[in-house]
């Protein structure tokens, strides 16, 4: 067990819609990353969030967004979702996010069907 | 433009036996390098890691080496065990404030009995 946490496991929805995905960080992690994966491509950088606040940003289109909250927990917004999102999604937190600790810690993922 | 490349999707070995797998990058500008084990339906686990000022760091049975020069990693698992059968990805760290891993397209590993 990591000690990152990802709520659900499993979201199934239509297309055109608009999903959530939660992320609560290890004790004292101040950073949270976003990964997804899909078939197709791997494991892909999506957002890093900082004690609340954006530090960078990957491939992540438009219409996916993210925020970290006051109590670090971190959410993944994805909309007008399509086919091509169904992917599994990751989160994952380190100690800082600038120099410092180098290893970053996985949730289990979220799994997202979209029909 | 692939940064990390794992050219092996797959490898087997006999249970007891050296493991190695294989990872080359094309930039140089990386503070960190890792090794991630994924089982099924679970999250990447980080297994190993190296400094690029190193060019070694074991830990139990699993050691990674880094050649800057030939741009190559490589993590040896000796003895291997059934259990480490799994999907490996090795990682990059970019450097600067943002610690973004860039990852390969992993290689499953299979240790047969």
């Known amino acids: 067990d990591s000690g990152v946490t990802q709520t659900p496991k499993h979201l199934i929805t239509a297309t055109g819609q608009r999903v959530t995905l939660r992320c609560s960080p290890r004790?004292?992690?101040?950073?949270v990353y976003w990964y997804q994966q899909s078939l197709d491509q791997g494991l892909q950088f999506l957002i890093q969030?900082?004690?609340?606040?954006?530090?960078a940003k990957g491939n992540i289109l438009e219409r996916f967004s993210a925020q970290q909250f006051p109590d670090l927990h971190s959410e993944l917004n994805l909309s007008s979702l399509e086919l091509g999102d169904s992917a599994l999604y990751f989160c994952?937190?380190?100690?800082?996010?600038?120099?410092?600790?180098?290893?970053?810690?996985f949730g289990p993922g979220t799994r997202l069907t979209v029909t | 433009d692939q940064q990390v490349k794992q050219n092996s999707p797959s490898l087997s070995v006999q249970e007891g036996r050296i493991s190695i797998l294989n990872c080359d990058y094309t930039?140089?500008?990386?503070?960190?390098f890792l090794w991630y084990k994924k089982y099924p339906a679970e999250g990447p686990t980080f297994l190993i890691s190296?400094?690029?000022?190193?060019d070694k760091n074991e830990d139990g049975r699993f050691t990674v080496f880094l050649n800057k020069s030939a741009k190559h990693l490589s993590l040896h698992i000796v003895p291997s065990q059934p259990g480490d059968s799994a999907v490996y990805f090795c990682?990059?760290?970019?450097?600067?404030?943002?610690?973004?891993?860039?990852f390969g397209s992993g290689t499953q590993l299979t240790v047969l009995p």
């Open positions: 930039n140089s500008m990386f503070d960190y």
């Open positions: 004790s004292g992690d101040l950073s």
């Open positions: 969030y900082y004690n609340g606040e954006e530090r």
């Open positions: 990682a990059v760290l970019s450097s600067g404030s943002a610690r973004q891993l860039t």
């Open positions: 994952a937190s380190s100690v800082m996010g600038g120099t410092g600790s180098h290893e970053q810690y």
């Open positions: 190296i400094s690029s000022i190193k």
